[in-house]
């Protein structure tokens, strides 16, 4: 029985980034609105009750503050049914009315309030669109009018004019700097959602690529191996690999790494570290892998390489369950054998990028022993203390079967949130 797992966890907070632009934009017009209305509010409590602050029509005062307060009932129907976002706009013109109506009611011309008139000029002119600079405008010269249709008495004198159209020009102003910001503003979103599509993409083949270099399965081994391998990276690219192949004399070659780092450049070294090892099938000595691999990352004096090092574990068995295995600075293979009991299989060398040579070692398989190794993700799954590795140990004694223990592995790795990716690769030589 053969089994090989390999998932690619999404992250809470990859899916979360996703969502909350949503969640923020159908409650913009309402945060935009209770600013205004709570400013127009103030103003009209303000002019109730302080002596000093001219009410010339309470009121249209009060009308005034009412077109605020209904606005902002508006602005919560948009947030419950995202559909009428597409009337938003109502929403700021129907501010400059309640400005208008404010600014006759404390005093016309000598209102002290009119000012709030610029924050629905910034709310239509901060958006897509020339169209949104003349739109304010056409909102502010309303309001400065409004008094004229509601006193028929008044007509337009000189100093009015002159005032309104200083007004229009300094509103047309902060209207057309405000939208060239956004433009520019949403220029450079725009560029930057494209560029992460393409980055994004990028890694799910990236993902899609690191997949298929692992082994399908184990039928391509000989009768006497079973094995069970599954990763569980960190991100959607990780830095660890495992492999397992038929060796030229009949037995089965395995390989678990980890390269330092993760994502998509721990991805490529990982990549090219399990290519040049599988390279060396017909080596009969393991350590020859390493050390051509060490050769195959290097570049030269200037080894940049050097610095993505890997711990590395690898091992041939032979058909009668001989191993002849080497680690590169790795320490977490150890030997199950079938009565329970454990051995780690440990050396003093240095990871692949770092060391120059290894050297190989020998051991033997009895009938129904196993040869399990993980990668340092899994003591965190017991909690990454100085006894996590006697927890790993005992973990592994108390599974006889290798599919159950990377089914439980695998499981422990999918229960919590995890810093580092997760490897585990076993084999068991039972020959008939």
Known sequence: ?????????VRPSSAGARLLPAVQTSWEPLAKQAVVAALVVVAGVASGSIPWLLVTDAARMWQGVGVALALVVVTLLMARWPALRRAEIVVPLGDFLAIGLLRYGTGD?????????????????AGRGRWRILVPLLGVCAALLLPLLLSSERGLTPSELVRLSIAMLVYAAVGGVVNELSRRSLLKLSLSQHRRRLAEAEVSEAAFVQRSLQPADGSDLPDAFRVAGACVPARTVGGDFFDWYPTPDGGAAVTLGDVMGKGAGAGMIAAAVRTVIRSGRDDADPAVAFERTAVGLS??????????????????????????????????TVLRRSDGAVEFLRS????????????????????GDSLVSVSDGVLDLFGGSLDSIDRYAAL?????????????????????????????????????
């Open 109 to 125: 011309s000598q209102s002290v309030f009119f000012v709030i008139v610029v924050l629905p000029v910034i709310w239509i002119a």
């Open 1 to 9: 029985m053969t089994q090989e797992l390999s998932r690619t966890r």
């Open 396 to 432: 592994v004694a108390a599974h006889h079967d290798i599919d159950a223990l990377v089914d439980d592995l695998i499981t422990r790795a999918g229960a919590q949130e995890q810093d580092d990716d997760v490897t585990v690769l076993a084999v068991t030589w039972s020959p008939r």
């Open 348 to 367: 003093g060398h240095l990871p692949v990028g770092v060391g120059t040579s290894w050297s190989s070692f020998d051991a033997a398989l009895h009938p």
């Open 299 to 332: 570049t030269g004096p200037t080894d940049m390489v050097g610095a993505q090092f890997s711990t590395c574990f690898h091992a041939r068995i032979a058909p009668d369950g001989t191993i002849r295995w080497v680690d590169a600075g790795h320490g977490l």
